[in-house]
Protein backbone atom coordinates (compact mmCIF):
# COMPACT_ATOMS: atom_id res chain seq x y z
CA UNK A 1 0.00 0.00 0.00
CA UNK A 2 1.30 3.64 -0.98
CA UNK A 3 -1.91 6.08 -0.11
CA UNK A 4 0.64 8.52 1.19
CA UNK A 5 3.75 8.23 -1.00
CA UNK A 6 5.06 11.48 -1.40
CA UNK A 7 3.91 12.87 1.65
CA UNK A 8 5.28 14.32 4.54
CA UNK A 9 3.17 13.86 8.38
CA UNK A 10 4.37 15.28 11.30
CA UNK A 11 3.36 13.38 14.41
CA UNK A 12 3.57 14.39 18.01
CA UNK A 13 3.42 12.11 20.62
CA UNK A 14 4.65 9.76 18.27
CA UNK A 15 6.52 7.54 20.47
CA UNK A 16 4.10 5.49 22.16
CA UNK A 17 -0.15 4.74 21.88
CA UNK A 18 -2.31 5.75 19.78
CA UNK A 19 0.79 7.89 17.89
CA UNK A 20 3.35 5.80 17.39
CA UNK A 21 0.59 3.45 15.68
CA UNK A 22 -0.32 5.88 13.82
CA UNK A 23 3.30 6.51 12.38
CA UNK A 24 3.80 3.13 11.59
CA UNK A 25 1.54 2.80 9.40
CA UNK A 26 1.96 6.62 7.80
CA UNK A 27 5.60 4.88 6.79
CA UNK A 28 4.45 1.89 6.03
CA UNK A 29 2.15 3.39 3.15
CA UNK A 30 4.64 5.69 1.99
CA UNK A 31 5.01 8.57 3.92
CA UNK A 32 8.36 10.03 5.15
CA UNK A 33 7.93 10.86 8.92
CA UNK A 34 8.35 13.23 11.77
CA UNK A 35 7.90 11.89 15.21
CA UNK A 36 8.09 14.21 18.33
CA UNK A 37 8.17 13.20 21.98
CA UNK A 38 9.80 14.10 25.48
CA UNK A 39 11.90 11.64 25.89
CA UNK A 40 15.32 10.48 24.03
CA UNK A 41 15.15 6.79 24.43
CA UNK A 42 11.69 6.80 23.83
CA UNK A 43 12.06 8.28 20.06
CA UNK A 44 14.94 6.02 19.76
CA UNK A 45 12.88 3.07 20.09
CA UNK A 46 9.51 4.68 18.41
CA UNK A 47 12.14 4.84 15.33
CA UNK A 48 13.48 1.06 15.49
CA UNK A 49 9.61 0.71 14.72
CA UNK A 50 8.74 3.02 12.26
CA UNK A 51 11.78 2.54 10.15
CA UNK A 52 14.90 4.44 9.29
CA UNK A 53 14.43 7.60 7.49
CA UNK A 54 12.01 8.40 10.41
CA UNK A 55 12.83 12.42 12.24
CA UNK A 56 12.56 12.21 15.65
CA UNK A 57 12.79 15.52 17.30
CA UNK A 58 12.97 15.54 21.16
CA UNK A 59 11.15 18.59 22.67
CA UNK A 60 7.84 19.53 25.26
CA UNK A 61 4.76 20.66 22.75
CA UNK A 62 4.12 22.73 25.85
CA UNK A 63 7.07 24.95 24.96
CA UNK A 64 6.65 27.56 21.83
CA UNK A 65 10.21 27.00 21.49
CA UNK A 66 10.13 23.48 20.28
CA UNK A 67 7.46 24.44 17.78
CA UNK A 68 9.64 26.42 16.28
CA UNK A 69 12.52 23.80 16.17
CA UNK A 70 10.14 21.32 14.75
CA UNK A 71 8.87 23.60 11.76
CA UNK A 72 12.81 24.92 11.46
CA UNK A 73 13.34 21.01 10.99
CA UNK A 74 10.77 20.08 8.67
CA UNK A 75 11.63 23.67 6.41
CA UNK A 76 15.07 22.39 6.17
CA UNK A 77 15.03 18.38 5.37
CA UNK A 78 11.99 18.22 3.58
CA UNK A 79 10.93 21.97 2.49
CA UNK A 80 6.96 21.54 3.40
CA UNK A 81 4.40 19.36 5.38
CA UNK A 82 1.43 17.41 4.22
CA UNK A 83 -0.12 16.01 7.24
CA UNK A 84 -0.04 16.91 10.67
CA UNK A 85 -1.24 14.55 13.08
CA UNK A 86 -1.39 16.55 16.78
CA UNK A 87 -1.61 14.03 18.75
CA UNK A 88 0.54 14.23 21.92
CA UNK A 89 -1.96 14.88 25.71
CA UNK A 90 -1.77 14.40 29.06
CA UNK A 91 -4.50 13.64 31.52
CA UNK A 92 -5.11 14.02 35.03
CA UNK A 93 -8.72 12.29 36.61
CA UNK A 94 -9.18 14.20 39.90
CA UNK A 95 -12.33 15.93 41.36
CA UNK A 96 -12.95 19.09 40.36
CA UNK A 97 -12.42 20.27 44.02
CA UNK A 98 -9.28 18.43 44.01
CA UNK A 99 -7.39 19.97 40.97
CA UNK A 100 -4.43 22.40 41.61
CA UNK A 101 -3.49 25.11 39.77
CA UNK A 102 -0.43 23.10 38.31
CA UNK A 103 -2.31 20.27 37.41
CA UNK A 104 -4.53 22.45 35.34
CA UNK A 105 -2.54 24.30 33.83
CA UNK A 106 -0.28 21.64 32.84
CA UNK A 107 -3.26 20.01 30.83
CA UNK A 108 -3.88 22.73 29.44
CA UNK A 109 -0.70 23.45 28.61
CA UNK A 110 -0.03 20.11 26.47
CA UNK A 111 -3.84 19.81 25.40
CA UNK A 112 -4.51 23.21 24.40
CA UNK A 113 -1.57 25.42 23.99
CA UNK A 114 0.41 23.04 22.36
CA UNK A 115 -2.25 22.45 19.63
CA UNK A 116 -2.82 25.87 18.74
CA UNK A 117 0.71 27.13 18.56
CA UNK A 118 1.83 24.03 17.06
CA UNK A 119 -0.85 24.58 14.41
CA UNK A 120 0.21 28.26 14.02
CA UNK A 121 4.15 27.19 13.62
CA UNK A 122 3.41 24.41 11.01
CA UNK A 123 0.38 26.31 9.06
CA UNK A 124 2.73 28.07 6.05
CA UNK A 125 4.93 24.92 5.67
CA UNK A 126 1.79 23.07 4.81
CA UNK A 127 1.01 22.04 1.21
CA UNK A 128 -2.56 22.24 -0.60
CA UNK A 129 -4.73 19.88 -0.16
CA UNK A 130 -3.00 19.03 3.37
CA UNK A 131 -4.55 17.61 6.46
CA UNK A 132 -4.51 18.32 9.68
CA UNK A 133 -6.08 15.62 12.24
CA UNK A 134 -6.32 16.77 15.91
CA UNK A 135 -6.78 13.80 18.69
CA UNK A 136 -9.76 14.85 21.16
CA UNK A 137 -11.39 12.70 23.53
CA UNK A 138 -15.43 11.29 23.66
CA UNK A 139 -14.69 13.24 27.29
CA UNK A 140 -15.44 15.98 25.37
CA UNK A 141 -19.01 15.10 24.95
CA UNK A 142 -19.70 12.51 27.09
CA UNK A 143 -19.73 13.38 31.05
CA UNK A 144 -16.75 11.43 32.95
CA UNK A 145 -16.64 11.71 36.46
CA UNK A 146 -12.99 13.91 37.50
CA UNK A 147 -12.62 14.32 34.12
CA UNK A 148 -14.07 18.05 33.71
CA UNK A 149 -10.57 19.87 33.23
CA UNK A 150 -9.74 17.16 30.56
CA UNK A 151 -13.19 17.41 29.24
CA UNK A 152 -12.45 21.44 28.83
CA UNK A 153 -9.32 21.14 27.02
CA UNK A 154 -10.42 18.71 24.38
CA UNK A 155 -13.63 20.62 23.84
CA UNK A 156 -10.87 23.44 23.25
CA UNK A 157 -9.79 21.26 20.07
CA UNK A 158 -12.70 20.20 18.46
CA UNK A 159 -13.84 24.55 18.84
CA UNK A 160 -10.18 24.62 17.41
CA UNK A 161 -10.89 22.59 14.53
CA UNK A 162 -14.14 23.59 13.32
CA UNK A 163 -12.76 26.91 13.09
CA UNK A 164 -9.67 25.92 11.52
CA UNK A 165 -11.65 23.96 9.00
CA UNK A 166 -12.84 27.60 7.55
CA UNK A 167 -9.81 29.40 8.05
CA UNK A 168 -7.75 27.05 5.72
CA UNK A 169 -10.45 26.48 3.69
CA UNK A 170 -8.96 28.41 0.68
CA UNK A 171 -5.73 26.48 0.76
CA UNK A 172 -7.58 23.44 0.06
CA UNK A 173 -6.17 22.02 3.84
CA UNK A 174 -8.74 19.98 6.14
CA UNK A 175 -8.71 19.89 9.63
CA UNK A 176 -10.40 17.21 11.61
CA UNK A 177 -10.57 15.36 14.92
CA UNK A 178 -10.25 11.92 15.54
CA UNK A 179 -12.11 10.93 19.26
CA UNK A 180 -11.26 8.17 20.83
CA UNK A 181 -12.67 6.14 23.22
CA UNK A 182 -10.80 4.07 26.14
CA UNK A 183 -7.82 2.42 24.11
CA UNK A 184 -5.06 -0.01 25.47
CA UNK A 185 -2.06 2.82 25.39
CA UNK A 186 -0.19 3.61 28.19
CA UNK A 187 -1.92 6.42 29.18
CA UNK A 188 -3.98 3.98 31.32
CA UNK A 189 -1.04 3.92 34.07
CA UNK A 190 -0.98 7.77 33.92
CA UNK A 191 -4.63 7.18 35.13
CA UNK A 192 -3.52 5.71 38.11
CA UNK A 193 -4.06 2.47 37.22
CA UNK A 194 -1.54 0.27 38.43
CA UNK A 195 -0.53 -3.25 36.47
CA UNK A 196 -2.10 -5.48 39.40
CA UNK A 197 -5.11 -3.47 39.04
CA UNK A 198 -5.39 -3.83 34.80
CA UNK A 199 -7.18 -7.01 34.56
CA UNK A 200 -10.16 -5.96 36.64
CA UNK A 201 -10.04 -1.91 35.43
CA UNK A 202 -9.97 -3.58 31.48
CA UNK A 203 -13.19 -5.99 32.68
CA UNK A 204 -15.21 -3.45 34.14
CA UNK A 205 -14.52 -0.87 31.48
CA UNK A 206 -15.39 -3.44 28.78
CA UNK A 207 -19.07 -3.60 30.49
CA UNK A 208 -19.75 -0.30 29.77
CA UNK A 209 -18.20 -0.41 25.86
CA UNK A 210 -20.65 -1.88 23.59
CA UNK A 211 -18.49 -3.73 21.57
CA UNK A 212 -17.38 -5.49 24.54
CA UNK A 213 -13.55 -4.06 24.71
CA UNK A 214 -11.02 -1.62 24.74
CA UNK A 215 -9.66 -0.29 21.37
CA UNK A 216 -6.36 -1.12 20.35
CA UNK A 217 -3.89 1.54 19.10
CA UNK A 218 -4.05 0.24 15.87
CA UNK A 219 -7.47 1.00 15.37
CA UNK A 220 -7.26 4.31 16.08
CA UNK A 221 -4.35 4.60 13.89
CA UNK A 222 -6.40 3.84 10.84
CA UNK A 223 -8.77 6.00 11.32
CA UNK A 224 -5.78 8.71 11.20
CA UNK A 225 -4.77 7.31 8.11
CA UNK A 226 -7.95 7.69 6.61
CA UNK A 227 -8.30 11.03 7.76
CA UNK A 228 -4.61 11.62 6.76
CA UNK A 229 -5.41 10.44 2.89
CA UNK A 230 -7.57 11.25 0.18
CA UNK A 231 -9.89 8.76 1.37
CA UNK A 232 -11.25 11.23 3.10
CA UNK A 233 -10.99 14.25 0.47
CA UNK A 234 -14.05 15.57 1.21
CA UNK A 235 -13.87 15.18 4.85
CA UNK A 236 -13.35 18.82 6.93
CA UNK A 237 -14.81 20.14 10.35
CA UNK A 238 -15.76 16.68 11.23
CA UNK A 239 -14.96 14.33 14.16
CA UNK A 240 -14.64 10.72 13.29
CA UNK A 241 -15.13 9.07 16.91
CA UNK A 242 -13.66 5.78 17.39
CA UNK A 243 -15.25 4.19 21.03
CA UNK A 244 -16.41 1.02 20.27
CA UNK A 245 -19.83 2.58 20.76
CA UNK A 246 -18.93 3.95 24.15
CA UNK A 247 -20.85 7.03 23.40
CA UNK A 248 -24.15 5.84 22.81
CA UNK A 249 -23.77 3.84 26.54
Known amino acids: MSVLRGKTALVTGGASGIGL ?6 AANGAQVII ?35 AQGIRRRFGGLDIYFANAGVIVIRPSSEVGIDEFDAQFAINVRGVFFGVQKVAPLLRH ?4 ILTSSIASNKVLDGHAVYAGSKAAIEA ?4 WALEFKHRGIRVNVLSPGPVDTPIISK ?3 SESER ?8 KVIPLGRLGQPEELGRAALFLASDASSFVTGATLRVDGGISLA
Open 21 to 26: AAAKLF
Open 160 to 163: FARS
Open 199 to 206: PSFDTALA
Open 129 to 132: GGSI
Open 36 to 70: TARTQPALDAAVAEIGDGTLAIQGDVSDLAHHDQV
Open 191 to 193: MGV
